[in-house]
């Protein structure tokens, strides 16, 4: 069961870790993904494709707002509480705990496009990047020092330890809820069966589909404003379909900032979702981009030759 109970000994150094692809952690992978097939036994309803994108969106803000912006760059600032329950709902998304994500977050900031990157496509191809890297002994391993700063809050390492937890309460939650709607109206074709199906699995395979493309995609695929030493990219289909993380040659640039779309005409949906939580109070101190990081990089114009140094004219006569 060493998929349900990650080991808490984290102190393992990377380097005595296998990097090969580790069927505990690929078996569950792609069982989650045969599931969605299921969807022709139990069919579909309104409200079971309304649930299923209305998850999609709560935890696409989720792990682009806090488990990316939050968690790995601290580009705003929250309550203890809010930090608390937007780990739940980004643990929901089974993509680990915030602990685990932000931290191999931080490493690949720190190696983007190097060896040590683990899931960078110039060194280890597009599919490695998109789903290998975290299958492997590897991968599943958290480097607790790399996030000391939450990592020392007890709640917050509940929930890397267990986190499965939320996920499985979200699967039965909406498997009573759906056979309520059954058993109150039979008509509507709903079933708890349907409700898992759309709102679990479907809703968490596309989630996490446009999250890897983050790391495969937008390293490959689209322009590059900055000369960044990594490959990154800016990717107009990434931004929208991760409500802003497409800007991904922006973010490298400048890591710091909430906001990855820099000019008004970049979408970054996470980034309005974030002023609006500011208007409310819920997070404060929204780190902007300063001016002088927004202009590209230009080469210097070449200085005038001083007329002394110009080499002298020979003059025929
Ligand atoms: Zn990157
Ligand atoms: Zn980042």
Redesign the pocket.
């Known amino acids: 069961m060493l998929w349900a109970y990650p080991p808490t000994d984290q102190d393992i150094p990377a380097d005595q870790l296998s990097n090969r692809l580790d069927w505990v952690r690929a078996g569950p992978f792609i069982a989650m993904h045969l599931a969605c097939l299921f969807v022709f036994l139990v069919g579909w309803s309104w409200l079971a494709v309304s649930i299923a994108v209305a998850l999609y969106a709560v935890r696409v803000f989720t792990l682009t707002g806090f488990y990316h912006r939050y968690f790995s760059h601290r580009s705003f600032k929250t309550w203890r509480i809010v930090q608390f329950v937007f780990a739940c709902i980004g643990c929901s998304a089974v993509q680990r705990g915030p602990l685990w994500w932000a931290a191999h977050h931080r490493n ?1 900031h720190v190696h ?1 496009d190097d060896p040590d990157d683990l899931h960078s496509p110039r060194q280890y191809g597009f599919w490695w990047s998109h789903f290998g890297w975290f299958l492997t002994e590897k991968g599943f391993r958290t480097n607790l020092k790399l996030i000391p700063d939450f990592a020392k809050y007890p709640e917050l390492r509940f929930l890397d330890r267990f986190d499965l937890l939320i996920p499985v309460v979200l699967a039965l939650s909406l498997y009573g809820f759906g056979e309520l709607v059954a058993s109150q109206e039979p008509d509507s074709g709903v079933t708890g069966f349907q409700l898992v199906i759309w709102g679990f699995f479907i809703s968490t395979a596309a989630v996490w589909h446009v999250t890897y493309m ?2 495969s995609v ?2 490959l695929l689209g322009t590059r404003r900055y000369e960044t030493k ?1 490959d ?1 990219r800016n990717n107009p289909v990434v931004a929208l379909l991760t409500f802003g993380e497409g800007w ?1 040659n922006n973010h ?1 640039h400048y890591p710091n900032s909430a906001r990855q779309g820099f000019y008004w005409w970049e979408v970054d949906i996470t980034y309005y979702g974030l002023r609006f939580m500011s208007m409310l109070g819920l997070v404060w101190d929204l780190k902007g981009v300063p001016h002088r990081v927004l202009e590209p990089k230009k080469a210097p114009a070449p200085l005038p030759i001083p007329a002394e140094a110009q080499p002298a004219t020979v003059v025929q006569s």
Do not use: E, G, I
């Open positions: 690949h983007s983050v790391n937008a390293h990594d990154s991904h490298h």
